[in-house]
T-cell receptor, first 108, second 113 residues
């Protein structure tokens, strides 16, 4: 089956810093989503982005489907950005596969 | 909208007991997903429904697990009998169409002793 790899696995930032999270996938995908799981366990959808670029405030995402990767950019990070960021892909068999996540901690 | 609602939020039970988890999707959504999250295996899709019909249950770990969706506003995930290795957080999610944005409930944290 398709493999979803996220990097880095862990990231520590000083508040105000920028970061880039990466998601590589091993096969063609129909859809790709980015999620944030906050320290209380809630999963929030950030982007639905099978291709192209989207922006929402300090967050933006780019997916290059032909090269099988997606990037999540966080600018001017805040402590509330801490948590785990997941990439999830849908291969067309309608089965959503999650990556292992990037655990982010933003220091005040 | 209230979002996806799950109950109970926490469940502690003893090995061998039956456990029933409940989910109410966002009104109007026609896809419903059940996931399990553990430290060892991460987030795994167990089963999903479209218009109340189970479409793919290949992620259901074994016959002890079953899921139903009797109507568009309610689904259950049942474990019978439960085992300690079933301890995990179980999430329900819904969407308007598969592959589109999925909205997750708060999860049910299950501990089987």
């Amino acid at each position: 089956g398709i493999q979803v790899e996220q990097s880095p696995p862990d990231l520590i930032l000083q508040e105000g810093a920028n970061s880039t999270l990466r998601c590589n996938f091993s096969d063609s995908v129909n859809n790709l989503q980015w999620f944030h799981q906050n320290p209380w366990g809630q999963l929030i959808n950030l982007f639905y982005i099978p291709s192209g670029t989207k922006q929402n405030g300090r967050l933006s995402a780019t997916t290059v489907a032909t090269e099988r990767y997606s990037l999540l950019y966080i600018s001017s990070s805040q402590t509330t950005d801490s948590g785990v960021y997941f990439c999830a892909v849908d291969t067309g068999g309608f089965k959503t596969i999650f990556g292992a996540g990037t655990r982010l901690f933003v220091k005040a | 909208d209230a979002g996806v609602i799950q109950s109970p939020r926490h469940e502690v039970t003893e090995m061998g007991q039956e456990v029933t988890l409940r989910c109410k999707p966002i009104s109007g959504h026609d896809y419903l997903f059940w996931y399990r999250q553990t430290m060892m295996r991460g987030l795994e899709l167990l089963i999903y429904f479209n218009n109340n019909v189970p479409i793919d249950d290949s992620g259901m770990p074994e016959d002890r697990f079953s899921a139903k969706m009797p109507n568009a506003s309610f689904s259950t995930l049942k474990i019978q009998p439960s085992e300690p290795r079933d301890s995990a957080v179980y999430f329900c999610a819904s969407s308007l169409s598969t592959g589109k944005t999925q909205y997750f409930g708060p999860g049910t944290r299950l501990l089987v002793l």
